[in-house]
Structures are given as structure tokens and as C-alpha cells.
């Protein structure tokens, strides 16, 4: 049964920093690209940042880049964000998923339960 579980997320103010971590299992974590989500309140799903099986390769949505950075640890079966000069515009819920190949695809499944980010200003 595969879970992915996120956690640490929080309210920090503007300006701040958190790490986000998710522990996945129910798969062979090294076999897949992993990828953060958000979802703020009223709005669709967004992809946030992807990393391939290895941790070479990486992708960001513009709205994060150069503030947020993504690594995984594949002997724990771990993928970390993290998130410096929050902004209040990057309130969300944060899920983390499994790619569906070792590359960067942008084709992702499964979603965890998510940890709430709330940025204040």
C-alpha cells in the first residue's frame, strides 16, 4: 500500500523559512521521480517542484523559483522542500506524490494528506 505522509509545515511570516518533508512507502522510492503540490483555499491543484529518481534533475513553476528547492534521500525514502522568502501568496496545503517514471515526466499519482503553510504579511 503506497503512503506518502508530509509534515512540517506551520505559520511563518513573510520573509520566513520552513522545510517541508514527506516519508514515502509502498514502493521502491528509487524507481521514481517525486514532486510537490499546493493547493490554496478556493484554487486548483499546483504543481510546485519535481526531482527525478536521482536528485540530478530537478523543476520548478516559476512562481518559486530561486526560492524554493527540492532533495530527496533515497535511503530513507524521503523528499524534502525547501521554502526561504515566503511569501503570503504561497499559503497552501502541501502534497507530495510519486512520478510515474524516474524522470520528470509531469505525470504524477497518488496524493498523501497534505501540511497546511500559512504565510502571514
Known amino acids: 500500500q503506497v503512503q506518502l505522509v508530509e509534515s512540517g509545515g506551520g505559520l511563518v511570516q513573510a520573509g520566513g523559512s520552513l522545510r517541508l518533508s514527506c516519508a514515502a512507502s509502498?514502493?521502491?522510492?528509487?524507481?521514481?521521480?517525486m514532486g510537490w503540490f499546493r493547493q490554496a483555499p478556493g484554487k486548483e491543484h499546483e504543481f510546485v517542484a519535481g526531482?527525478?529518481?536521482?536528485?540530478?534533475?530537478?523543476s520548478y513553476a516559476d512562481s518559486v523559483k530561486g526560492r524554493f528547492t527540492i532533495s530527496r534521500d533515497n535511503a530513507k525514502n524521503m523528499v524534502y522542500l525547501q521554502m526561504n522568502s515566503l511569501k503570503p501568496e504561497d499559503t497552501a496545503v502541501y502534497y507530495c506524490?510519486?512520478?510515474?517514471?524516474?524522470?520528470?515526466?509531469?505525470?504524477?499519482?497518488?496524493w498523501g494528506q497534505g501540511t497546511q503553510v500559512t504565510v502571514s504579511s
Open positions: 509502498g514502493r521502491t522510492f528509487s524507481n521514481y521521480a
Open positions: 506524490r510519486f512520478g510515474r517514471l524516474r524522470i520528470i515526466t509531469g505525470h504524477y499519482d497518488y
Open positions: 526531482i527525478d529518481w536521482s536528485g540530478a534533475t530537478t
